[in-house]
Nanobody, 126 residues
């Protein structure tokens, strides 16, 4: 059973930075895609960033140039470096993953991922 655990959330002032971590275990396949999603109260889930099995990255327009997704294969951990944070970045952030071959059809859609973490809260104050 694949397990996904996020960490690194917290409170920060606008303009600050945070780095989220996502560690997954129990994979049965050798190739998989990973994505970061967020959901603010009263809003729909939004895809933030994704990393394909072949290394391609995808970002929502709202975070391009500010957020960077990366992976440390030695410890099977995905990271989301968030810089220049804005109050509108405040949300619960979730990591999701699943087996894939040459990426997902919709990397930031979320529907193709079957394994999700419990989320980590990010709060950005103005």
């Amino acid at each position: 059973q694949v397990q996904v655990v996020e960490s690194g959330g917290g409170s920060v002032q606008a303009g600050g930075s945070l780095r989220l971590s996502c560690r997954a275990s129990g994979y049965m396949h050798s190739t998989y895609c990973v994505g970061w999603f967020r959901q603010a109260p009263g809003k729909e889930r939004e895809g933030v960033a994704a990393l394909d099995d072949d290394g391609r990255t995808h970002y929502a327009d709202s975070v391009k140039g500010r957020f960077t997704v990366s992976k440390d294969y030695s410890v099977n951990t995905l990271y989301l470096q968030m810089n220049s944070l804005k109050p509108e970045d405040t949300a619960m952030y979730y990591c999701a993953t699943d087996h894939c071959v040459y990426g997902m059809i919709s990397p930031l859609g979320g529907d193709e991922y079957n394994y999700w973490g419990q989320g980590t809260q990010v709060t950005v104050s103005s």
